[in-house]
């Protein structure tokens, strides 16, 4: 869920507790605000979903590199929704993002003030970002591109809701048959031919099995060699 915040009240109560009861779920939410007074639902949501919320009006309209230390001008180039990317634009005039609610840094701007923000708690993710110029000027110039998709990755939380159950037996099959070489027989009645084809079939489901377990890390390789 992306959420882009304006400068009026848009969302009441009911909006509110459904965005958190699907957060709550660990489904990914992106709150986007800019400049005071374009916040104001990033505020609401902020607040009810980790205690968080952004103010101020910084000229940006800086490209910023990997930074030294999360105090200092830049991006946290060790967090997976950073990966492939050397210089991000971090948008024109832009918000700040106050450093409460379990949120960690992943985008400071020039000034240095922190721009973006990440909560990864309890299987629960998102992304509190003070700048959404970012999405509409310079798109081309630094970065942007790359980062849309790898946030929209991170938030989709693929590892947690596509893993399959490690207590399911594919099509109820048992891992092993014993065959008797001479009549061609098993315990339960087979012929060889049979579990023949159930062991190529237990093959491929394990590999399909094995494809589908993805962890953060070999998703954003795929990801990777997609783009």
Known sequence: LWIISSDQNMLNAEHVAVIKEFFDQGHGVYIWGDNSPFYVDANVVGKALFGA???????????????????????????????????????????????????KGL??????????????????????????????????SAGTGRYVVNAAAWLAHVEKFCKPKEEEKPYGFEKSVFVNSQSGHGHNGMNASDVEDEEELEAEIRERNEANALDEENFFEILESML
Not at 59 to 79: A, I, L, M, Y
Not at 124 to 134: H, L, S, V, W, Y
């Open 53 to 103: 919320t952004m103010s101020g009006n910084e000229h940006g309209d800086q490209v910023v590199e990997k930074w030294t230390g999360p105090n200092t001008r830049g991006f946290d180039s060790e967090h997976l929704i950073m990966r492939g990317i050397d210089k991000l634009y971090e948008g024109i005039t832009i918000a700040t993002v106050s450093h409460s609610g379990n949120l």
């Open 107 to 140: 985008v400071n701007g020039s000034k240095p003030n922190l721009v973006t923000a990440v909560y990864q708690e309890e299987g629960k993710r998102a992304i509190m970002d003070g700048g959404f110029t970012r999405l509409f000027c310079n798109w081309d």
